[in-house]
């Protein structure tokens, strides 16, 4: 008998943490070590009730009420006295305003292991946010991947790097793939499948928290991509045309509003929009190759619709923290007129536009033009 997830995957299951003290980094240790128990228990209430498997597990932890030092101080002791982090596990570990941090506090944190994330927010592009969006950026793959900044505030959603905890007590949030679901079919009945998978889930994850302690955050059911199951041909698809040409914003609108529909129904939280993260989606990379998608064109899709400009190699020699403030200032634009969240993440390379660069987990990923 088909299964509802045969054509979509649980994306990830995030479990979102609180901390009683943060001045204690063992308060924070013991966070983090309930709430990696707690994420591998949901994954396991997911096997027995639906027989998924999710791709990713996840652990977050709030915004730190603290100066960006010493908040990566206190981040660091505890994982040092955790005796480092498990690697089967993602971590989304430091969540700061752009004003209160710098590039040094977020690298530090960074460099605790290859599944750690952060992420900086700010409502403006002040120069202090360029200037973090510019360094971190500027660090390069296997570093730049793994933070972001939000405008205009923290995000509460499963999505790493600004995925954060809000509220006062430990949560549960996952998100769906399925681009596979919508590819060739009529969008309205694709997404009443869609909200059907969504309720088992949803269900499942309320008897997961019933039995852990976790209260239920919902859904993020943005329309996100893996190489070869992409958003963007989904868009085309709604497009009849390139997503460079006129029309595309139109298909993306459209989608996301069939997104908000589905979300009536169900508990959502994060950011509901359709995900163009560049390296991640076949399709982009091939319109990057072709020279007709840039960090501009993204940009201007993130106005009326998209999440933002997401894991986008542009060049180094032409990335500077002016760009970086020009390009938050056009997000947090963009995040006004919406009303919705948005982030950047770009990593900076040595290559010019339309080579390639090696990223990890991510394989040959083209450079983008900045316009």
């Not at 993602?90 to 944190?109: I, M, N, Q, R, T």
Request: proline residues 6%; charged residues 20%.
């Amino acid at each position: 008998m088909a299964s509802r997830f045969d054509l979509v995957g649980v994306r990830a299951v995030t479990v979102h943490a609180v901390v009683e003290d943060w001045g204690d980094p063992g308060s924070v240790a013991r966070a983090l070590r309930a709430a990696t128990e707690k994420v591998r228990a949901v994954a396991r209430v997911l096997r027995e009730a639906l027989d998924v498997e999710p791709w990713s597990l996840r652990v977050t932890l709030p915004p730190a009420p603290l100066g960006g030092g010493e908040a990566a101080r206190v981040v660091s002791e505890a994982v040092r006295a955790l005796g480092g982090l498990p690697g089967d596990v993602a971590y989304s570990l430091l969540h700061l305003d752009a004003g209160s941090a710098s590039p040094e506090d977020f690298l530090s944190v960074l460099g605790l292991g290859g599944n750690v994330y952060g992420s900086a927010y700010t409502p403006v592009a002040t120069e202090a946010a360029a200037e973090l969006l510019y360094r971190v950026a500027a660090a390069g793959p296997g570093v730049a991947e793994r933070f972001a900044v939000a405008v205009p505030s923290p995000v509460e959603t499963p999505y790493f790097p600004v995925g954060s905890s809000g509220g006062p007590s430990a949560g549960v949030s996952a998100a769906l793939l399925y681009p596979r679901l919508l590819e060739g079919r009529n969008l309205y009945a694709a997404f009443d499948d869609l909200a059907d998978a969504a309720a088992e889930l949803e269900d499942a994850l309320l008897q997961a928290g019933d039995e852990l302690g976790l209260e239920y955050r919902g859904l993020d059911l943005s329309l996100s991509p893996w190489m070869d199951e992409s958003s963007a041909r989904i868009v085309e698809q709604a497009a009849g045309g390139s997503i460079c040409g006129l029309g595309a914003a139109g298909a993306v609108a459209e989608l996301e509003e069939l997104i908000g529909d589905t979300c009536l129904d169900l508990e959502c939280t994060g950011f509901n929009q359709v995900m163009l993260p560049v390296a991640e989606d076949n399709v982009l990379k091939e319109r990057v190759r072709e020279g007709c998608l840039t960090v501009q064109r993204l940009l201007h899709l993130s106005a009326s619709c998209a999440a933002g400009v997401d894991m986008a190699p542009v060049p180094a020699s032409e990335w500077t923290p002016e760009q970086a403030r020009r390009l938050l200032a056009d997000l947090a634009a963009a995040a006004r007129l919406k009303s919705r969240p948005l982030a950047a993440r770009l990593i900076a390379v040595d290559r010019a536009p339309g080579e390639t660069v090696e990223l990890p987990r991510f394989g040959e990923t083209p450079v983008a033009r900045l316009h």
